[in-house]
C-alpha cells in the first residue's frame, strides 16, 4: 500500500482494515490512487450476531465490504455460502440493476465498510474514471462466477458439445410461448386452472414440481388437484411436512410414514411408547406454523456422495443405503426446511396450498388423515366410516402382516436399500426360498384350522383386491386341504352373475359388475343353504360372451362329510351374501392381499395398490395381449369398485393372507419395464406409467431362475405350475 494511498484514508482506518479493503476481489483491481478515493467515501459500521444485513425480495441501497466477521447468505431456506473477511455482497441492488436475491444475516459480531448507492453516483460524478474500473472489475467478478458455475454444472451433468439454445418453444393449452431457455414452469403455468389452484405440472407428459427448468422445446400443462397427480403431490408434500415438524416435536422417535390406506396414511413410530394424542396434538401444531411460514418445496441437485452424506446426518440410512446401488453420479433430493428426501414425484410449491389434514390415534401409531381436498369425492359421514373402520380394524395390521416383516427384518432386509444390498451379494436365491417357505407354512397352518374343525366347517369364504393372488392362493390351499384329507369345492361367485340387461348401472351409466346387487342373491343364498345341509344342489354358470346366466348350465354340487366348498369372489366375506342358516361355526371368511412392501425412506414405500398394478399390467400384457395403457386406464375404476365393495367388509375376515413377496418387485422389473415403456408421451396413461418406472427403477432387477412354479408371483409372470 502507497503512501499516497494511506494518506487518503479517513475516519480511523486501521492498517488490517487496508488490507482486507485492498484483499477484496473487486477493489483489488483499482489502482492506489483509485483504492484511495473509494475508501473516502465508504461509512463503517459495527454490527452483532443475528443482524440482517439484506432480505431477499426487498429493494437496497447498499453494498458491503466484510472488514471482521462472519455472515450467512441463504436463498428460501436453504443457506447458500458463509462470507468473511475481504469479502462484499449486494452490488447489483446497490447498482440498482435488482432486488435483492438473498438474505446476508451476521453471525457473529461484524465490522463492514458501506457504500450507498447515491455516495457511489457522486464519485461517478467527481472521478468517472475510478467508478469506470470498479465496474468493470464488478462486470469481470460476475464472469468468473458463472465460469466456476458453468465448470460445477459441467462436473454434476458431464460436458456437451454443442451450446443450448437460448430461446425455446413451450406449448401450452393456453397456446405457444417463446421464451429464454431455462425458465420456470411456474413462470409458464396460471395459478389456477378450471378454478382449481395449479400445483405441478406435466413436462411433456411427465409429472414435474413448479420450479422446474425447461431447457428445450417442449410442451407443458398445469395439474390441479382435480387430477391424480396432484392429490399425490398434495399428500406427499403433507407427509414430508409431518416428517419435518417431527423432525424439531419429536427427534427421538424413528418417525416413518407406513402403509397408504385410500386418502389415510398409517404414520409408524417404531416400538416406542408415547401419548399419541398428545404427539398428535404437537405434530399438528407444527405442521400449522410451517403452513403459516410459507415454507417452500424445492428439488436440489446433489451429487450422489454429497446426497448420502446428508441423508445420513438426518439418520435416514435406508435412503442413504439405497443411493450405493445408484447408477448416476449425481441425484435429486426434494426438500421442505432442512429435511430431505428422496424423489419418487412432485411436491406443490409451498406448504399453504396444504389445508384440512388432521392426525388421530392409531393401533399402530397415528393416522394421517390428508384431508377433503384429496380424498374422494363422497360425503363425510362415509368418510368418517372409513376412517372409524381403519381404526377398530387396521388393514395391514393382520397377525401374518407383522410376522412377514419380523421375518424380513431379521434377513437384514428393512428397505429397497437393504434388499439392493443383499441380491448384491448374491443371497437373493435364499430370500426366495424363504419368502416362499413363509408363504407355504402359513398356507399350511390355514390347512390345519380348518381340518381341526373337520365336520362342522361346510364353507370358506375367500375375497380380495385385484391381482392379490386369490386364483393361486386357492390352488395351494386346496393342496394343504388335500394333505389333510379334505377335499375342496369351489364355487365362483362370477358365475352367480344376473343377465348383462338387467346389471345396476354406476354413476356414469356403465354396468357396474362389483356391486352386490349384480348378483342373483337370493339364488346364491338358497344354493349356499343346500350345499351346506349336504344337499345336491344344481349351480349356474354365467357366460361372459352373452351376457347372459344360464341357471342349469354349472355342476351339480353336493358336500360329503370330508369335504369343504370354498367360495371366491370379491363379495365373500359381505354379511348380506351368507344366509342365516349357515352360522358362524359352519362358515370360514378369509381376506388375500398383498400387504407387506418395503420402504424407500421414510417418506416413501411402495404402496399395496402400486405392487398389485404391476403385478396387473405383467400378467395382462404378458399372457392377455393387454398394453399396460390399456390396464392403467382401467385401474381407477378397479380402485372405486374396491373401496366401495371389498375393503369395507375386510373387518368380517377370521383370517388373512399376505401374498407379497419380498423379492418380487425385482422380478416384476425385468417384465414391467418395457411394458411400461410402450407407453407413449401424449398418452393420459404416460404419467401413471412414467411414475411406476420411477417407483421400480432402484429395485435391482432379478431373473425369475429360482422362482418356483407353486408361487404366487408365477401367476402373473407365467411359468406356474398350476392351471388356470
Excluded at 149 to 155: E, P
Excluded at 240 to 265: F, Q, W
Excluded at 329 to 343: E, F, I, K, M, S
Excluded at 387 to 407: I, K, T, Y
Aim: proline share 6%.
Amino acid at each position: 500500500m502507497s503512501s499516497e494511498t494511506i494518506d487518503s484514508m479517513r475516519l480511523g482506518v486501521t492498517r488490517e482494515d487496508l488490507d482486507a479493503l485492498s484483499a477484496n476481489a473487486l477493489l483489488a483491481q483499482l489502482s492506489p490512487r483509485e483504492l484511495g478515493m473509494f475508501i473516502e467515501i465508504l461509512a463503517q459500521l459495527a454490527v452483532t450476531p443475528g443482524t440482517v444485513l439484506m432480505r431477499e425480495g426487498e429493494e437496497g441501497d447498499y453494498m458491503y465490504f466484510i472488514l471482521e466477521g462472519v455472515a450467512v447468505v441463504s436463498r428460501g431456506a436453504r443457506v447458500l455460502r458463509r462470507l468473511q473477511t475481504s469479502e462484499h455482497a449486494g452490488e447489483l441492488a446497490m447498482l440498482g440493476v435488482r432486488l435483492r436475491d438473498v438474505t446476508v444475516v451476521a453471525e457473529t459480531i461484524m465490522r463492514l465498510a458501506r457504500l450507498s448507492r447515491s455516495r457511489f453516483q457522486a464519485l461517478a460524478e467527481r472521478q468517472p474514471a475510478a467508478a469506470l474500473h470498479l465496474l468493470q472489475a464488478l462486470v469481470g467478478s460476475l464472469g468468473d462466477d458463472l465460469a466456476a458455475l458453468t465448470d460445477s454444472v459441467a462436473a454434476l451433468v458431464g460436458r456437451r458439445s454443442n451450446a443450448r439454445p437460448l430461446q425455446i418453444r413451450i406449448r401450452t393449452p393456453q397456446g405457444d410461448q417463446h421464451v429464454p431457455a431455462g425458465t420456470l414452469i411456474e413462470n409458464l403455468v396460471p395459478e389456477l386452472a378450471d378454478g382449481q389452484p395449479v400445483v405441478a405440472a406435466l413436462l411433456d407428459s411427465k409429472p414435474v414440481m413448479l420450479d422446474t427448468a425447461v431447457v428445450s422445446d417442449a410442451h407443458v400443462e398445469p395439474v390441479t388437484l382435480a387430477e391424480i397427480i396432484g392429490r399425490d403431490a398434495f399428500r406427499r408434500s403433507v407427509g414430508l411436512l409431518l416428517l419435518e415438524a417431527a423432525r424439531s416435536v419429536a427427534p427421538h422417535l424413528p418417525i416413518r410414514l407406513g402403509h397408504a390406506v385410500d386418502s389415510l396414511r398409517v404414520v409408524e413410530l417404531g416400538a416406542h411408547e408415547v401419548d399419541r394424542a398428545e404427539l398428535c396434538r404437537k405434530l399438528e401444531q407444527q405442521m400449522q406454523r410451517l403452513v403459516e411460514q410459507d415454507v417452500e418445496f424445492r428439488d436440489d441437485v446433489w451429487t450422489v456422495e454429497e446426497a448420502r452424506a446428508q441423508l445420513v446426518r438426518q439418520g435416514w440410512h435406508d435412503a442413504a443405503a439405497l443411493l450405493r446401488t445408484s447408477r448416476s453420479p449425481v441425484t435429486t433430493l426434494q426438500a421442505c426446511g432442512q429435511l430431505h428426501a428422496l424423489v419418487v414425484g412432485p411436491l406443490v410449491p409451498s406448504a399453504r396450498h396444504l389445508r384440512g389434514f388432521r392426525l388421530v390415534p392409531h393401533p399402530d401409531g397415528l393416522l394421517l388423515d390428508h384431508g377433503p381436498l384429496v380424498r374422494p369425492r363422497t360425503p363425510d359421514p362415509i368418510h368418517e366410516v372409513e376412517v372409524a373402520r381403519e381404526l377398530l380394524h387396521p388393514r395391514f395390521g393382520a397377525e401374518m402382516v407383522r410376522s412377514h416383516r419380523a421375518w424380513l427384518e431379521t434377513m437384514g432386509v428393512h428397505s429397497v436399500g437393504d434388499f439392493n444390498e443383499l441380491c448384491v451379494r448374491g443371497e437373493i436365491a435364499r430370500l426366495i426360498r424363504v419368502a416362499e417357505g413363509f408363504h407355504e407354512k402359513r398356507i399350511g397352518q390355514l390347512a390345519d384350522l380348518i381340518a381341526a374343525r373337520r365336520g362342522s366347517l361346510r364353507v370358506i369364504g375367500i375375497a380380495g383386491p385385484s391381482s392379490s393372488g386369490k386364483t393361486t392362493f386357492i390352488k395351494r390351499l386346496s393342496v394343504q386341504l388335500e394333505v389333510a384329507g379334505i377335499h375342496p369345492i369351489n364355487l365362483s361367485l362370477d358365475d352367480y352373475y344376473m343377465d348383462r340387461e338387467r346389471t345396476p348401472r354406476d354413476e356414469a351409466g356403465d354396468y357396474d359388475f362389483e356391486a352386490l346387487e349384480a348378483l342373483e342373491l337370493e339364488l346364491l343364498r338358497q344354493n349356499l343353504t343346500e350345499l351346506a345341509a349336504g344337499h345336491p344342489c344344481q349351480t349356474p354358470r354365467y357366460d361372459f360372451k352373452l351376457g347372459k346366466s344360464l341357471p342349469d348350465g354349472g355342476p351339480l354340487l353336493r358336500l360329503q362329510d370330508n369335504q369343504v366348498l370354498l367360495v371366491e369372489g370379491i363379495h365373500a366375506l359381505n354379511d348380506a351374501l351368507w344366509p342365516e342358516a349357515i352360522p358362524p361355526a359352519a362358515r370360514m371368511r378369509i381376506f388375500v392381499h398383498p400387504a407387506t412392501t418395503l420402504p424407500i425412506d421414510r417418506l416413501t414405500a411402495t404402496s399395496s395398490a402400486d405392487l398389485r398394478l404391476l403385478r396387473r399390467i405383467v400378467r395382462d400384457r404378458h399372457g392377455r395381449a393387454t398394453s399396460a395403457a390399456g390396464t392403467i386406464a382401467r385401474w381407477p375404476s378397479v380402485r372405486r369398485g374396491e373401496r366401495r365393495h371389498i375393503y369395507p367388509t375386510y373387518g368380517n375376515a377370521d383370517a388373512v393372507f399376505d401374498t407379497a413377496l419380498g423379492y418380487e418387485i425385482g422380478v416384476l422389473k425385468v417384465y414391467a419395464e418395457r411394458y411400461l415403456l410402450e407407453v407413449q408421451e401424449g398418452d393420459p396413461a404416460y404419467p401413471v406409467a412414467y411414475r411406476l418406472r420411477q417407483l421400480i427403477d432402484p429395485f435391482v432387477a432379478i431373473y425369475p431362475d429360482h422362482v418356483p412354479p407353486t408361487s404366487i408371483l408365477r401367476e402373473f409372470v407365467g411359468g406356474s405350475g398350476f392351471e388356470y
